[in-house]
Nanobody
Framework: QVRLVESGGGLVQAGGSLRLSCAAS????????MSWHRQAPGKQRELVAT???????NYTDSVKGRFTISRDNVNNTIYLQMNSLKPEDTAVYYC?????????WGQGTQVTVSS
């Protein structure tokens, strides 16, 4: 079982940037994919970005061109670089590690974007 710990959230003005990190307690190399999700107040959790074990990335349309997901298999960490932030990006951001018959979530980190 792997534990995931997110960090890097905070308060930022619209147009600013933040870099989220998700540190795993064990190797992430074996996971099929790692991903970032977010949940805004009163809304369902949504998928933001994924990165496969081979490095293929996918993004939800609302963040394409602004967010970048990356992974460091040596340090067992994934990142989400968020640029040109908008108030609608305000949410709790969670990372997830997934492989066949197994999924693990972090506890989340709050991102607040002020207008």
């Amino acid at each position: 079982q792997v534990r995931l710990v997110e960090s890097g959230g905070g308060l930022v003005q619209a147009g600013g940037s933040l870099r989220l990190s998700c540190a795993a307690s064990g190797s992430i190399f074996s996971f099929t994919d790692m991903s970032w999700h977010r949940q805004a107040p009163g809304k369902q959790r949504e998928l933001v970005a994924t990165i496969s074990s081979g490095g293929t990335t996918n993004y939800t349309d609302s963040v394409k061109g602004r967010f970048t997901i990356s992974r460091d298999n040596v340090n067992n960490t994934i990142y989400l670089q968020m640029n040109s932030l908008k108030p609608e990006d305000t949410a709790v951001y969670y990372c997830r590690a997934r492989k066949t018959f197994y999924s693990s979530w972090g506890q989340g980190t709050q991102v607040t974007v002020s207008s």
